[in-house]
């Protein structure tokens, strides 16, 4: 149902690559609140993905670009405002890629050059993205920018690799872009730390189902899905949201601020059945 908390705004949506991808879900919902955006993700992604779907539904026009390159940035967000008659009001960034982690390197066996493709990638782009926006003054004043995290930033995650490091340097872009850009021009930055979501690119994380199973568990709320995801980010894009900057926002159910639920605990205490002996006692040696 649409409230048009975006009535009148215009937006740019990073890295929508099919109906699994967090950012297809902001799409949409961005249009159905009134919004008119445009889309881009990298030439690869388009002729791969169904991209160019979304864009007919949405009447969106389709900017290919490497968002490592500053020129295809600059491509972006210029054309964009053609095409959308103005600045833009909100920007989404929901980029991100690890070589090592399709190549199944392991944290302690990093391939470097990898390394560096998934810091560029990831977050690297963020910044080449901000920093090209506040050079052509793209962005309105009040406007809002927002990318997606995940709680490995902070805590260490089993399988999640060399995406965690990219993720904490996302996060720590946010907060000092956020303060010169919101001084300057009253833009406001900051990322959302969502529940693990079984998107094209989180499903190449090793332990993917185990993971998403055991937050599940441990979230008062359980999970919180792409379509969940979507519509936090359209609060964050609206006027609702106008002094809030520089933040980690968690959209995880209550993950975050859990150490163990009873739900979690249950199922640990069944996975020991098979290492206790016939009294019943844990066997572990």
């Known amino acids: ?35 008119k955006i445009t889309l881009t993700n990298t030439p690869l992604a388009v002729r791969m993905g169904t991209t160019n779907e979304l864009g007919a539904k949405l009447n969106a026009e389709i900017i290919p670009a490497d968002a490592t390159s500053v020129d295809d940035l600059q491509v972006v967000f210029e054309r964009s405002m053609e095409v959308l008659g103005g600045k833009v009001d909100f920007v989404l960034h929901s980029i991100g890629m690890s070589p090592n982690v399709r190549k199944k390197r392991t944290y302690d066996d990093l391939d470097y050059g990898m390394l560096n493709t998934t810091l560029d990638v990831s977050a690297v782009s963020f910044h080449k993205m901000i920093q090209v926006a506040k050079k052509l003054d793209a962005i309105n004043t009040g406007g809002s920018i927002v990318a997606l995290s995940y709680i490995a930033a902070q805590r260490t995650m089993v399988g999640y690799n060399d995406m965690a490091d990219a993720k904490s340097l996302l996060e720590s872009i946010a907060r000092s872009f956020g303060y010169i850009y919101g001084r300057e021009k009253n833009v406001r930055i900051n990322t959302i730390s969502q529940s693990p979501t079984m998107t094209t690119a989180g499903s190449g994380v090793k332990g993917i189902d185990n993971l998403f199973d055991f937050a599940e568990r441990m979230s008062p709320l359980g999970n919180a899905t792409a379509d969940d995801c979507a519509d936090y980010c359209i609060v964050m894009f609206s006027d609702l949201t106008k002094k809030v900057t520089m933040q980690n926002l968690y959209h995880d159910g209550g993950f975050s ?24 006692n844990i066997i572990y040696g």
């Open 1 to 35: 149902m649409s409230n048009n908390l975006l009535a009148g705004k215009r937006g740019i949506v990073f890295g929508a690559l099919n109906e699994m991808s967090i950012a297809w879900k902001v799409a949409e919902r961005a249009v159905e609140e009134g919004a």
């Open 257 to 280: 601020n859990m150490g163990m639920s009873y739900r979690a605990m249950e199922q640990y205490i069944k996975g020991l059945d098979e290492y206790r002996d016939e009294n019943g």
